[in-house]
Protein backbone atom coordinates (compact mmCIF):
# COMPACT_ATOMS: atom_id res chain seq x y z
CA UNK A 1 0.00 0.00 0.00
CA UNK A 2 1.74 3.77 -1.02
CA UNK A 3 1.42 6.51 0.75
CA UNK A 4 -0.64 7.79 -1.50
CA UNK A 5 -2.58 5.28 -1.45
CA UNK A 6 -3.19 5.46 2.51
CA UNK A 7 -3.59 9.25 2.24
CA UNK A 8 -6.53 9.07 -0.20
CA UNK A 9 -7.91 6.49 1.70
CA UNK A 10 -7.36 8.73 5.29
CA UNK A 11 -9.53 11.34 3.18
CA UNK A 12 -11.93 9.35 1.72
CA UNK A 13 -12.92 7.95 5.68
CA UNK A 14 -13.19 11.62 6.40
CA UNK A 15 -15.47 12.20 4.28
CA UNK A 16 -17.72 9.84 4.79
CA UNK A 17 -17.67 10.13 8.50
CA UNK A 18 -18.40 12.98 8.34
CA UNK A 19 -21.23 13.05 5.52
CA UNK A 20 -19.56 15.58 3.06
CA UNK A 21 -21.16 14.50 0.48
CA UNK A 22 -23.56 11.68 -0.99
CA UNK A 23 -23.64 9.74 -4.29
CA UNK A 24 -24.97 11.64 -7.46
CA UNK A 25 -24.20 14.83 -5.80
CA UNK A 26 -21.82 17.65 -7.60
CA UNK A 27 -18.83 19.22 -5.95
CA UNK A 28 -17.23 22.49 -6.22
CA UNK A 29 -13.35 22.56 -5.29
CA UNK A 30 -12.05 26.11 -4.54
CA UNK A 31 -8.09 26.07 -5.99
CA UNK A 32 -5.95 28.81 -5.80
CA UNK A 33 -2.96 26.75 -7.09
CA UNK A 34 -1.63 26.62 -3.45
CA UNK A 35 -0.28 23.21 -2.07
CA UNK A 36 -3.21 22.77 -0.03
CA UNK A 37 -6.01 23.21 -3.23
CA UNK A 38 -4.11 21.46 -5.52
CA UNK A 39 -4.17 18.53 -3.00
CA UNK A 40 -7.33 18.72 -2.58
CA UNK A 41 -8.34 18.73 -6.39
CA UNK A 42 -6.19 15.77 -7.02
CA UNK A 43 -7.75 13.93 -3.90
CA UNK A 44 -10.94 14.89 -4.99
CA UNK A 45 -10.32 13.62 -8.50
CA UNK A 46 -9.22 10.26 -7.23
CA UNK A 47 -12.37 9.51 -4.98
CA UNK A 48 -15.07 11.15 -6.85
CA UNK A 49 -15.57 7.71 -9.13
CA UNK A 50 -15.74 5.11 -5.49
CA UNK A 51 -17.87 8.19 -3.81
CA UNK A 52 -20.32 8.32 -7.07
CA UNK A 53 -20.18 12.53 -6.89
CA UNK A 54 -19.39 14.69 -10.00
CA UNK A 55 -16.04 17.48 -9.32
CA UNK A 56 -16.15 20.74 -11.01
CA UNK A 57 -13.80 23.74 -9.88
CA UNK A 58 -13.59 27.31 -9.61
CA UNK A 59 -10.67 29.77 -9.11
CA UNK A 60 -10.54 33.21 -7.43
CA UNK A 61 -7.95 35.66 -9.25
CA UNK A 62 -8.06 38.27 -6.43
CA UNK A 63 -5.91 40.96 -8.27
CA UNK A 64 -3.98 42.05 -5.66
CA UNK A 65 0.04 40.55 -6.52
CA UNK A 66 -0.17 41.65 -10.60
CA UNK A 67 1.52 39.20 -12.78
CA UNK A 68 1.93 36.77 -10.39
CA UNK A 69 -1.74 36.18 -9.66
CA UNK A 70 -2.31 35.86 -13.95
CA UNK A 71 -0.04 33.17 -13.59
CA UNK A 72 -1.58 31.26 -10.83
CA UNK A 73 -4.80 31.34 -12.57
CA UNK A 74 -2.95 29.97 -15.67
CA UNK A 75 -1.15 27.20 -13.71
CA UNK A 76 -4.61 26.05 -12.03
CA UNK A 77 -6.39 26.20 -15.78
CA UNK A 78 -3.40 23.89 -17.07
CA UNK A 79 -3.77 21.76 -13.84
CA UNK A 80 -7.66 21.71 -14.50
CA UNK A 81 -7.27 20.85 -18.20
CA UNK A 82 -4.97 17.89 -17.50
CA UNK A 83 -7.14 16.38 -14.88
CA UNK A 84 -10.14 16.99 -17.26
CA UNK A 85 -12.14 19.06 -14.43
CA UNK A 86 -14.29 21.96 -15.24
CA UNK A 87 -13.29 25.31 -13.84
CA UNK A 88 -14.80 28.36 -13.70
CA UNK A 89 -12.56 31.63 -13.64
CA UNK A 90 -13.64 34.98 -11.72
CA UNK A 91 -11.75 37.93 -12.05
CA UNK A 92 -11.69 40.71 -9.08
CA UNK A 93 -9.87 43.71 -8.02
CA UNK A 94 -9.93 42.87 -4.20
CA UNK A 95 -7.78 46.28 -3.11
CA UNK A 96 -10.18 48.57 -4.98
CA UNK A 97 -13.31 46.72 -3.47
CA UNK A 98 -11.17 46.99 -0.07
CA UNK A 99 -10.60 50.90 -0.40
CA UNK A 100 -14.59 51.17 -1.18
CA UNK A 101 -15.61 48.96 1.70
CA UNK A 102 -13.02 49.85 4.61
CA UNK A 103 -12.66 46.74 5.00
CA UNK A 104 -8.40 44.83 4.76
CA UNK A 105 -7.66 43.41 1.55
CA UNK A 106 -7.41 39.99 3.49
CA UNK A 107 -11.20 40.21 4.67
CA UNK A 108 -12.62 41.77 1.30
CA UNK A 109 -10.63 38.86 -0.36
CA UNK A 110 -12.21 36.01 2.13
CA UNK A 111 -15.95 38.26 1.49
CA UNK A 112 -15.28 37.99 -2.40
CA UNK A 113 -14.17 34.38 -2.34
CA UNK A 114 -17.30 33.23 -0.62
CA UNK A 115 -19.65 35.20 -2.86
CA UNK A 116 -18.23 33.86 -5.86
CA UNK A 117 -18.38 30.17 -4.29
CA UNK A 118 -21.97 30.63 -4.16
CA UNK A 119 -22.76 32.00 -7.23
CA UNK A 120 -20.66 29.29 -9.24
CA UNK A 121 -22.16 26.82 -6.66
CA UNK A 122 -25.99 28.00 -7.47
CA UNK A 123 -24.92 28.40 -11.99
CA UNK A 124 -23.43 24.72 -11.87
CA UNK A 125 -25.71 23.02 -9.64
CA UNK A 126 -22.96 22.45 -7.28
CA UNK A 127 -24.46 21.11 -3.68
CA UNK A 128 -21.37 21.05 -1.86
CA UNK A 129 -18.27 23.62 -1.95
CA UNK A 130 -14.82 22.29 -1.37
CA UNK A 131 -12.41 24.31 1.07
CA UNK A 132 -8.79 23.31 1.75
CA UNK A 133 -8.25 23.87 4.91
CA UNK A 134 -5.99 22.10 7.34
CA UNK A 135 -4.76 20.97 10.70
CA UNK A 136 -2.92 23.83 10.63
CA UNK A 137 -5.51 26.16 9.74
CA UNK A 138 -7.59 24.46 12.53
CA UNK A 139 -4.68 25.14 15.15
CA UNK A 140 -4.03 28.78 13.63
CA UNK A 141 -8.06 29.45 14.28
CA UNK A 142 -8.61 28.14 17.49
CA UNK A 143 -5.34 30.10 18.52
CA UNK A 144 -6.78 33.71 16.88
CA UNK A 145 -10.22 32.77 18.24
CA UNK A 146 -8.50 32.32 22.28
CA UNK A 147 -6.89 35.50 21.79
CA UNK A 148 -9.50 37.69 20.66
CA UNK A 149 -11.88 36.30 23.27
CA UNK A 150 -14.30 35.08 20.62
CA UNK A 151 -15.62 32.43 23.92
CA UNK A 152 -16.18 28.37 23.69
CA UNK A 153 -18.16 28.82 19.93
CA UNK A 154 -14.31 30.25 18.92
CA UNK A 155 -12.78 27.50 20.18
CA UNK A 156 -14.84 25.27 17.91
CA UNK A 157 -12.31 26.31 15.36
CA UNK A 158 -13.20 25.40 11.96
CA UNK A 159 -16.13 23.14 11.47
CA UNK A 160 -15.63 20.23 8.59
CA UNK A 161 -19.02 20.60 7.48
CA UNK A 162 -21.14 23.61 7.54
CA UNK A 163 -24.00 25.93 5.25
CA UNK A 164 -22.46 28.05 2.84
CA UNK A 165 -24.43 30.91 3.82
CA UNK A 166 -25.14 31.25 7.94
CA UNK A 167 -27.89 29.88 9.40
CA UNK A 168 -29.45 28.78 6.45
CA UNK A 169 -29.39 24.90 6.04
CA UNK A 170 -30.73 24.85 2.45
CA UNK A 171 -27.80 26.73 1.44
CA UNK A 172 -24.96 24.51 -0.51
CA UNK A 173 -22.63 23.37 1.89
CA UNK A 174 -18.91 24.01 2.49
CA UNK A 175 -16.67 21.20 3.71
CA UNK A 176 -13.23 20.20 4.64
CA UNK A 177 -12.04 16.90 4.13
CA UNK A 178 -8.13 17.80 4.70
CA UNK A 179 -9.15 19.19 8.04
CA UNK A 180 -7.43 16.73 9.82
CA UNK A 181 -4.46 16.51 7.90
CA UNK A 182 -0.63 18.04 8.00
CA UNK A 183 0.94 20.48 6.13
CA UNK A 184 3.60 17.81 6.11
CA UNK A 185 1.03 15.38 4.74
CA UNK A 186 -0.25 17.43 2.06
CA UNK A 187 3.32 18.44 0.60
CA UNK A 188 4.46 14.68 0.82
CA UNK A 189 1.03 13.72 -1.10
CA UNK A 190 2.01 16.58 -3.76
CA UNK A 191 5.76 14.70 -4.17
CA UNK A 192 4.45 11.66 -4.78
CA UNK A 193 2.25 12.49 -7.32
CA UNK A 194 4.89 14.63 -8.89
CA UNK A 195 2.37 17.59 -8.66
CA UNK A 196 3.98 21.21 -8.19
CA UNK A 197 1.92 24.68 -6.58
CA UNK A 198 1.99 28.14 -6.09
CA UNK A 199 3.53 29.80 -3.64
CA UNK A 200 1.73 33.07 -2.56
CA UNK A 201 3.57 35.76 -1.09
CA UNK A 202 1.40 37.66 1.05
CA UNK A 203 0.95 34.44 3.39
CA UNK A 204 4.44 35.30 4.02
CA UNK A 205 3.71 38.96 5.74
CA UNK A 206 3.27 39.15 9.08
CA UNK A 207 1.35 41.82 9.90
CA UNK A 208 -1.20 39.95 8.74
CA UNK A 209 -2.30 38.38 12.65
CA UNK A 210 -3.08 34.65 11.10
CA UNK A 211 0.61 34.95 9.07
CA UNK A 212 1.83 35.78 12.35
CA UNK A 213 0.33 33.11 14.34
CA UNK A 214 1.36 30.58 11.26
CA UNK A 215 4.97 31.74 11.23
CA UNK A 216 5.94 32.34 14.96
CA UNK A 217 3.76 31.51 17.38
CA UNK A 218 2.45 27.90 16.23
CA UNK A 219 6.14 26.76 15.68
CA UNK A 220 7.29 27.93 19.14
CA UNK A 221 4.23 26.05 20.29
CA UNK A 222 5.44 22.29 18.15
CA UNK A 223 9.47 23.18 20.49
CA UNK A 224 7.50 22.91 23.17
CA UNK A 225 5.37 19.78 21.82
CA UNK A 226 5.39 18.26 18.10
CA UNK A 227 1.89 17.57 18.07
CA UNK A 228 0.25 21.02 19.60
CA UNK A 229 -1.58 21.43 16.31
CA UNK A 230 -3.16 18.02 16.55
CA UNK A 231 -3.92 18.40 20.45
CA UNK A 232 -5.10 21.92 19.85
CA UNK A 233 -7.45 20.60 16.99
CA UNK A 234 -8.70 17.66 19.38
CA UNK A 235 -9.88 20.59 21.70
CA UNK A 236 -11.55 22.05 19.17
CA UNK A 237 -13.64 18.92 18.03
CA UNK A 238 -14.54 19.11 21.92
CA UNK A 239 -15.75 22.46 21.88
CA UNK A 240 -17.62 21.83 19.06
CA UNK A 241 -19.52 18.82 20.54
CA UNK A 242 -20.19 20.74 24.06
CA UNK A 243 -20.96 23.80 22.14
CA UNK A 244 -24.00 22.14 20.06
CA UNK A 245 -25.20 20.39 23.52
CA UNK A 246 -25.21 23.62 25.08
CA UNK A 247 -26.74 25.42 22.02
CA UNK A 248 -30.06 23.00 22.93
CA UNK A 249 -29.64 24.14 26.57
CA UNK A 250 -29.60 27.66 25.29
CA UNK A 251 -32.33 26.85 23.08
CA UNK A 252 -35.09 26.14 25.37
CA UNK A 253 -33.59 28.90 27.54
CA UNK A 254 -34.31 31.48 25.30
CA UNK A 255 -38.30 30.58 24.83
CA UNK A 256 -38.52 32.03 28.31
CA UNK A 257 -36.12 34.32 28.24
CA UNK A 258 -36.21 36.53 24.65
CA UNK A 259 -39.28 37.56 22.69
CA UNK A 260 -39.40 38.95 18.99
CA UNK A 261 -41.07 41.81 18.05
CA UNK A 262 -43.35 41.63 14.94
CA UNK A 263 -39.41 43.04 13.07
CA UNK A 264 -37.65 40.52 14.03
CA UNK A 265 -35.81 42.56 16.52
CA UNK A 266 -35.46 40.22 19.83
CA UNK A 267 -36.41 41.54 23.22
CA UNK A 268 -34.61 39.80 26.71
CA UNK A 269 -36.82 40.06 29.55
CA UNK A 270 -34.47 40.47 32.61
CA UNK A 271 -36.61 38.58 35.04
CA UNK A 272 -36.44 34.96 33.85
CA UNK A 273 -33.30 35.87 32.58
CA UNK A 274 -31.61 36.56 35.51
CA UNK A 275 -33.18 33.27 37.10
CA UNK A 276 -30.40 31.41 34.79
CA UNK A 277 -27.03 30.05 35.08
CA UNK A 278 -24.58 32.72 34.75
CA UNK A 279 -22.98 30.59 31.81
CA UNK A 280 -26.24 30.25 30.42
CA UNK A 281 -26.75 34.08 30.92
CA UNK A 282 -23.60 35.02 28.86
CA UNK A 283 -25.07 32.41 25.74
CA UNK A 284 -28.05 34.54 25.99
CA UNK A 285 -26.41 37.75 25.47
CA UNK A 286 -24.99 36.26 22.51
CA UNK A 287 -28.22 34.77 21.22
CA UNK A 288 -29.57 38.46 21.40
CA UNK A 289 -27.04 40.00 19.59
CA UNK A 290 -27.04 37.15 16.61
CA UNK A 291 -30.73 37.69 16.18
CA UNK A 292 -30.49 41.46 16.17
CA UNK A 293 -27.54 41.38 14.06
CA UNK A 294 -28.30 41.82 10.20
CA UNK A 295 -26.95 38.53 8.63
CA UNK A 296 -27.25 36.74 12.34
CA UNK A 297 -23.68 36.96 12.83
CA UNK A 298 -21.20 37.43 15.76
CA UNK A 299 -18.68 38.94 13.73
CA UNK A 300 -16.12 41.43 15.92
CA UNK A 301 -18.33 40.52 18.98
CA UNK A 302 -15.89 39.29 21.87
CA UNK A 303 -15.96 39.21 25.51
CA UNK A 304 -16.03 42.91 26.16
CA UNK A 305 -18.78 43.32 24.38
CA UNK A 306 -20.86 40.61 26.21
CA UNK A 307 -19.87 41.71 30.16
CA UNK A 308 -20.76 45.73 28.91
CA UNK A 309 -24.42 43.90 28.06
CA UNK A 310 -24.13 41.89 31.37
CA UNK A 311 -23.50 45.61 33.12
CA UNK A 312 -26.10 46.82 31.20
CA UNK A 313 -28.48 43.86 32.57
CA UNK A 314 -27.54 44.00 36.27
CA UNK A 315 -28.01 47.35 36.23
CA UNK A 316 -30.72 49.96 36.69
CA UNK A 317 -32.52 52.90 35.37
CA UNK A 318 -32.78 53.53 31.41
CA UNK A 319 -29.45 53.15 29.96
CA UNK A 320 -27.66 51.62 26.89
CA UNK A 321 -24.76 50.24 25.35
CA UNK A 322 -23.19 50.30 21.60
CA UNK A 323 -22.35 47.02 19.81
CA UNK A 324 -20.38 46.43 16.51
CA UNK A 325 -22.78 46.52 13.87
CA UNK A 326 -24.75 49.63 13.90
CA UNK A 327 -26.48 47.89 17.23
CA UNK A 328 -27.28 49.37 20.22
CA UNK A 329 -28.84 47.23 23.54
CA UNK A 330 -31.31 49.61 25.25
CA UNK A 331 -32.59 48.68 28.94
CA UNK A 332 -35.58 49.80 30.40
CA UNK A 333 -38.53 48.70 32.34
CA UNK A 334 -37.27 45.45 33.16
CA UNK A 335 -36.10 44.64 29.11
CA UNK A 336 -33.27 44.91 27.18
CA UNK A 337 -33.96 45.67 23.51
CA UNK A 338 -31.36 45.24 20.90
CA UNK A 339 -32.01 47.62 17.75
CA UNK A 340 -30.01 48.44 14.48
CA UNK A 341 -28.63 51.51 13.44
CA UNK A 342 -31.76 53.09 11.44
CA UNK A 343 -34.02 52.27 14.99
CA UNK A 344 -31.69 53.63 17.46
CA UNK A 345 -30.81 56.34 15.64
CA UNK A 346 -34.30 57.90 15.09
CA UNK A 347 -35.01 57.69 18.68
CA UNK A 348 -37.64 54.91 18.72
CA UNK A 349 -35.09 53.11 21.29
CA UNK A 350 -37.90 51.93 23.62
CA UNK A 351 -41.52 51.85 22.43
CA UNK A 352 -43.19 50.58 25.43
CA UNK A 353 -43.92 47.03 24.01
CA UNK A 354 -42.61 47.26 20.92
CA UNK A 355 -42.61 49.16 17.48
CA UNK A 356 -42.21 47.71 13.61
CA UNK A 357 -39.98 49.83 11.29
CA UNK A 358 -40.65 49.59 7.32
CA UNK A 359 -38.28 50.31 4.63
CA UNK A 360 -40.11 53.73 4.67
CA UNK A 361 -39.02 54.49 7.86
CA UNK A 362 -42.69 55.01 9.43
CA UNK A 363 -42.99 53.32 13.03
CA UNK A 364 -46.18 50.98 13.52
CA UNK A 365 -46.61 50.42 16.63
CA UNK A 366 -47.66 46.87 17.32
CA UNK A 367 -48.50 47.95 20.91
CA UNK A 368 -47.78 50.93 23.91
CA UNK A 369 -47.80 54.52 22.54
CA UNK A 370 -47.61 56.42 19.25
CA UNK A 371 -44.81 57.96 18.82
CA UNK A 372 -44.32 61.18 16.56
CA UNK A 373 -41.32 60.66 14.24
CA UNK A 374 -40.14 63.91 14.89
CA UNK A 375 -38.19 64.99 18.27
CA UNK A 376 -40.10 68.19 17.71
CA UNK A 377 -43.32 68.02 15.88
CA UNK A 378 -44.99 70.99 16.79
CA UNK A 379 -48.75 71.29 17.01
CA UNK A 380 -51.60 70.99 14.35
CA UNK A 381 -54.79 72.76 14.87
CA UNK A 382 -57.81 71.10 13.93
CA UNK A 383 -61.32 72.17 12.98
CA UNK A 384 -63.67 69.26 12.32
CA UNK A 385 -66.78 70.68 10.90
CA UNK A 386 -70.45 68.63 11.85
CA UNK A 387 -71.33 67.04 9.27
CA UNK A 388 -67.77 66.60 8.26
CA UNK A 389 -64.43 65.15 8.11
CA UNK A 390 -61.29 66.37 7.62
CA UNK A 391 -57.38 64.39 6.99
CA UNK A 392 -54.61 65.49 9.35
CA UNK A 393 -51.25 65.15 9.31
CA UNK A 394 -49.19 64.86 11.85
CA UNK A 395 -45.66 62.96 13.52
CA UNK A 396 -45.43 60.93 10.06
CA UNK A 397 -48.95 59.59 10.51
CA UNK A 398 -52.06 60.49 8.75
CA UNK A 399 -55.16 61.26 10.95
CA UNK A 400 -58.97 61.02 9.45
CA UNK A 401 -61.60 62.80 11.59
CA UNK A 402 -65.20 61.72 10.44
CA UNK A 403 -68.26 63.28 12.33
CA UNK A 404 -71.31 61.18 12.98
CA UNK A 405 -73.91 60.81 15.59
CA UNK A 406 -74.77 57.83 17.24
CA UNK A 407 -77.95 56.05 17.37
CA UNK A 408 -80.25 56.72 20.89
CA UNK A 409 -80.06 52.54 21.16
CA UNK A 410 -76.29 53.13 21.43
CA UNK A 411 -73.34 52.33 19.29
CA UNK A 412 -71.09 49.41 19.14
CA UNK A 413 -67.92 50.73 19.40
CA UNK A 414 -65.16 47.78 18.63
CA UNK A 415 -61.83 48.13 20.96
CA UNK A 416 -59.19 49.32 18.36
CA UNK A 417 -56.29 51.11 19.38
CA UNK A 418 -55.82 53.71 16.60
CA UNK A 419 -59.21 54.27 15.76
CA UNK A 420 -61.01 56.00 18.54
CA UNK A 421 -64.82 57.53 19.37
CA UNK A 422 -64.43 61.09 20.70
CA UNK A 423 -67.56 62.79 21.77
CA UNK A 424 -68.05 66.31 19.77
CA UNK A 425 -69.40 67.93 22.84
CA UNK A 426 -66.20 67.43 24.23
CA UNK A 427 -65.17 69.56 21.50
CA UNK A 428 -67.78 71.87 21.62
CA UNK A 429 -67.72 73.12 24.79
CA UNK A 430 -64.41 74.80 24.11
CA UNK A 431 -65.32 77.20 22.03
CA UNK A 432 -62.40 79.27 23.41
CA UNK A 433 -59.73 76.55 22.05
CA UNK A 434 -59.49 74.46 19.39
CA UNK A 435 -59.03 70.66 19.10
CA UNK A 436 -55.12 69.81 18.44
CA UNK A 437 -52.30 66.83 17.59
CA UNK A 438 -49.61 67.70 19.67
CA UNK A 439 -47.18 66.09 22.26
CA UNK A 440 -47.37 66.57 25.64
CA UNK A 441 -46.35 70.18 27.35
CA UNK A 442 -46.70 71.04 31.15
CA UNK A 443 -50.35 70.90 33.11
CA UNK A 444 -51.36 68.10 30.55
CA UNK A 445 -54.49 65.82 32.60
CA UNK A 446 -56.58 63.58 31.55
CA UNK A 447 -59.93 62.39 33.01
CA UNK A 448 -59.75 58.65 34.45
CA UNK A 449 -62.73 58.08 36.13
CA UNK A 450 -66.56 58.73 35.29
CA UNK A 451 -66.82 60.98 38.43
CA UNK A 452 -64.53 63.46 36.53
CA UNK A 453 -61.56 62.52 38.42
CA UNK A 454 -57.92 63.85 36.52
CA UNK A 455 -54.52 62.47 36.58
CA UNK A 456 -51.65 64.22 35.84
CA UNK A 457 -50.68 63.35 32.39
CA UNK A 458 -47.20 62.49 33.06
CA UNK A 459 -48.06 60.16 35.99
CA UNK A 460 -50.23 58.50 33.66
CA UNK A 461 -47.36 57.71 31.31
CA UNK A 462 -45.04 56.96 34.32
CA UNK A 463 -47.44 54.07 34.88
CA UNK A 464 -47.81 52.85 31.82
CA UNK A 465 -44.32 52.10 31.86
CA UNK A 466 -44.06 54.66 28.70
CA UNK A 467 -39.77 54.99 28.62
CA UNK A 468 -38.77 59.10 29.82
CA UNK A 469 -36.72 59.22 26.77
CA UNK A 470 -39.97 58.99 24.68
CA UNK A 471 -42.75 60.55 26.58
CA UNK A 472 -42.08 63.82 24.53
CA UNK A 473 -42.80 62.03 21.68
CA UNK A 474 -46.18 60.88 22.53
CA UNK A 475 -48.92 61.72 20.40
CA UNK A 476 -51.88 63.51 21.90
CA UNK A 477 -55.34 64.61 20.67
CA UNK A 478 -56.15 67.44 23.07
CA UNK A 479 -58.07 70.30 23.43
CA UNK A 480 -56.61 72.95 25.92
CA UNK A 481 -55.07 71.12 28.60
CA UNK A 482 -57.32 67.89 28.79
CA UNK A 483 -56.14 65.17 26.71
CA UNK A 484 -58.85 63.16 24.84
CA UNK A 485 -56.88 60.91 23.66
CA UNK A 486 -53.55 59.14 24.08
CA UNK A 487 -52.67 57.54 20.68
CA UNK A 488 -52.20 54.13 20.78
CA UNK A 489 -53.70 53.97 24.17
CA UNK A 490 -56.83 55.30 26.10
CA UNK A 491 -59.21 57.94 25.60
CA UNK A 492 -60.72 60.67 28.48
CA UNK A 493 -63.77 59.38 29.93
CA UNK A 494 -64.87 62.51 29.72
CA UNK A 495 -64.69 62.05 26.05
CA UNK A 496 -66.76 58.82 26.18
CA UNK A 497 -69.55 58.24 23.28
CA UNK A 498 -73.68 58.36 24.63
CA UNK A 499 -76.46 56.87 22.74
CA UNK A 500 -77.67 59.41 20.74
CA UNK A 501 -75.15 61.81 20.97
CA UNK A 502 -72.55 63.53 18.32
CA UNK A 503 -68.71 61.90 18.00
CA UNK A 504 -66.06 62.67 15.90
CA UNK A 505 -64.25 59.20 14.70
CA UNK A 506 -60.76 59.29 14.23
CA UNK A 507 -58.56 56.64 12.80
CA UNK A 508 -54.79 56.94 11.75
CA UNK A 509 -52.35 55.31 9.07
CA UNK A 510 -48.85 56.06 8.24
CA UNK A 511 -48.30 58.79 5.70
CA UNK A 512 -47.95 55.63 2.73
CA UNK A 513 -51.80 54.40 3.23
CA UNK A 514 -51.02 51.78 5.46
CA UNK A 515 -53.10 51.07 8.73
CA UNK A 516 -52.23 51.38 11.21
CA UNK A 517 -54.36 48.82 13.64
CA UNK A 518 -54.74 46.33 16.18
CA UNK A 519 -57.76 44.35 15.31
CA UNK A 520 -58.64 43.06 18.13
CA UNK A 521 -62.54 43.84 18.95
CA UNK A 522 -64.70 43.29 22.38
CA UNK A 523 -68.16 43.77 22.08
CA UNK A 524 -69.30 47.05 22.71
CA UNK A 525 -67.11 49.25 24.57
CA UNK A 526 -64.63 51.55 23.86
CA UNK A 527 -61.00 51.69 26.62
Not at 57 to 77: K, M, N, P, T, W
Not at 255 to 272: D, K, T
Request: hydrophobic share 40%; glycine share 8%; with cysteine.
Amino acid sequence: MTDAFRFEQKIRNMMKRCRMVSPGQRMLAAVSGGADSVCLLAVLHVLAPELSFSLEAVHVEHGIRGEESLQDCAYVEKLCGELGVRLTVRHIHVPELARKSGRTEEEEARIQRYRIFEETAEQCGAQRVAVAHHLGDQAETVLWNLIRGSGLRGLRGILPVRPLRDGQAASPLVVRPLLETTREEIEQYLETRGLSYRTDRTNLDKTVTRNKIRHDILPDLIKLNAQAPRHIAQAAEEAAEAEAYLERVTARAAEGCIHCRANGQPVLLLEPWQKEEPFIRHRLLRECIRRASEHGSLKDIGAVHVEALMGLACGGGEKSVSLPGGLTAVRAYGQIRFLSGAAALSGEALPAAGTVLPATGTALPVSGALYAQDARPGERWVEVPFPGRQVVRYGGYCFSLVCGCAEENGICIPKKRFTKWIAYATIAQKESQKLCFRTRRPGDVLVVRQDGSRKKLSDYLIDEKIPSSLRDRVVLLAIGSEVLWVAGMRISEKARVTPGSAYVKVSCSTLEGQEVEDERECQCTDS
